[in-house]
Nanobody, 128 residues
Framework: QVQLVDSGGGLVQAGDSLRLSCVGSGRTFSNYRMGWFRQAPGNEREFVAEISGSGGSTYYRDSVRGRFTISRDNAKNTVYLQMNGLKPEDTAVYLC?????????????????????WGQGTKVTVSS
């Protein structure tokens, strides 16, 4: 089991940057594949990015690739999402997620049900 607490959201202007953080409890954080999803009002939860347990592999949805960077520090049980060049369409509640996994990434966007532990969410609002 792992409990996740995410933070770092806020109100910013288009073009600004934010860094989200997600701290996990429990042992062996490196055994978990970590992801970020987002959910805008009236929309389904959508995949943003994920990182393998070791941090050696990452994958992004097309609309954020080149602007967002996911990283992790297993010594601190923390995963980050650095978001640069924010756009109004990035406005959403961002949630970190974890899945116990020894394997690598699949190179495709994940469905939400491929993760089984979730943070409470942190709201990101980007004004134009």
């Amino acid at each position: 089991q792992v409990q996740l607490v995410d933070s770092g959201g806020g109100l910013v202007q288009a073009g600004d940057s934010l860094r989200l953080s997600c701290v996990g409890s429990g042992r062996t954080f490196s055994n978990y594949r970590m992801g970020w999803f987002r959910q805008a009002p009236g929309n389904e939860r959508e995949f943003v990015a994920e990182i393998s347990g070791s941090g050696g592999s990452t994958y992004y949805r097309d609309s954020v690739r080149g602007r967002f960077t996911i990283s992790r520090d297993n010594a601190k049980n923390t995963v980050y999402l650095q978001m640069n060049g924010l756009k109004p369409e990035d406005t959403a509640v961002y949630l970190c997620a974890a899945k116990s996994s020894q394997g690598g990434l699949t190179g495709r966007p994940r469905a939400a049900n491929e993760y089984n532990y979730w943070g409470q969410g942190t709201k990101v609002t980007v004004s134009s």
